[in-house]
């Protein structure tokens, strides 16, 4: 087996990965690589692999290890470590635009980082897709360390320091009011996140915002909101944001750490779409990073 080999994709952040076949047992070597890349790339884009479930839950949990589905634990109490995303169930149903399941989903559409609602939010996220749509359903990536070196010394230092509360149901109730259950919501009270995150292998700092950071512990919500606006809006600059148009057989991976990222839309009624997700957890809580 070769070695992989790292092909930048975008000044702030990702890399295309060649040379491994993921279906196969990667060597120790092979599995260090890959680590040091998410914390230098923070998104890596394996082309063209002959993914399946159970390839891709062996990958999982070579990261670490493989986190339960929220949304499955609050709704049923069932452990589910696969995440759809599209419009093909399970079962071979296609929802179309008007069914709730694709509304909800319509959530991902806003900027976030996965899991930041949890007290441990996720380490990497990786996704592999089989079907996608002819137009539309591309997903946007944007670093947040690179976006936080372009702040002035005295806004790094300012900000430092802050706390920040994230809440699933605050941002769900954007998609609608019935878009989580009571169980589900109860699953999940907010959390408290450091609005600055330190990468521990590498000391490189970012902020950490998107849909869930609802409001700055200790202040107002209008002030709150004004400073999580004006960084988000900074790090979501056109000229900043990777648009990763999907193939079937890629399997992706992104550091959460970091990146946000928002899926585009497309037609449910029109297009197929049929990918599966899977997350690692993190490390710890922010707080004692």
Not at 126 to 135: F, H, K, N, R, S
Not at 140 to 165: G, M
Not at 191 to 196: D, H, P
Not at 242 to 255: A, K, M, N, Q, R
């Amino acid at each position: 087996m070769t070695s992989p080999k790292f092909e930048p994709l975008h000044c702030d952040l990702g890399a295309r990965v060649t040379g491994l076949d993921l279906s196969l047992a990667l060597s120790p070597r092979s599995l260090s690589a890959i680590q040091s890349a998410i914390d230098r790339f923070s998104f890596l884009w394996f082309p063209k692999q002959l993914v399946n479930d159970e390839m891709q839950l062996a990958f999982t949990k070579l990261l670490g290890e493989p986190e339960p589905s929220h949304v499955k634990l609050g709704q049923e109490n069932v452990i589910e470590h696969f995440i759809t995303i599209g419009n093909v169930q399970d079962d071979g149903r296609v929802f179309g635009n008007n069914h709730p399941k694709t509304r909800f989903l319509t959530g991902n559409n806003m900027w976030h980082s996965d899991s930041s609602f949890r007290e441990v939010p996720t380490y990497v996220s990786i996704m592999c897709a089989y079907e996608v749509p002819g137009e539309g359903g591309v997903t946007e990536f944007v670093s947040q360390r690179a976006a936080f070196s372009r702040l002035s010394p005295k806004l790094k230092d300012e900000i430092a320091p802050l706390i920040s509360i994230h809440d699933y149901v605050f941002s769900r109730s954007k998609v609608g009011k019935d878009a989580v259950t009571p169980s589900h919501a109860n699953s999940l009270p907010p959390v408290r996140q450091k609005l600055v995150r330190k990468n521990r292998n590498t000391g490189e700092k970012n902020f950490y915002v998107g849909s869930h950071a609802r409001e700055i512990e200790g202040w107002g919500f209008a002030e709150s909101r004004e400073l999580l606006d004006d960084l988000l809006e900074g790090a979501t600059e056109k000229e900043y944001i990777y648009e990763h148009s999907w193939s079937p057989g890629d399997l992706v991976v992104w550091d959460n750490r970091c990146l946000l990222h928002r899926g585009t839309g497309y037609d449910a009624d029109k297009f197929r779409r049929y990918m599966r997700q899977t997350r690692v957890q993190g490390a710890g809580s922010t707080l004692n990073e």
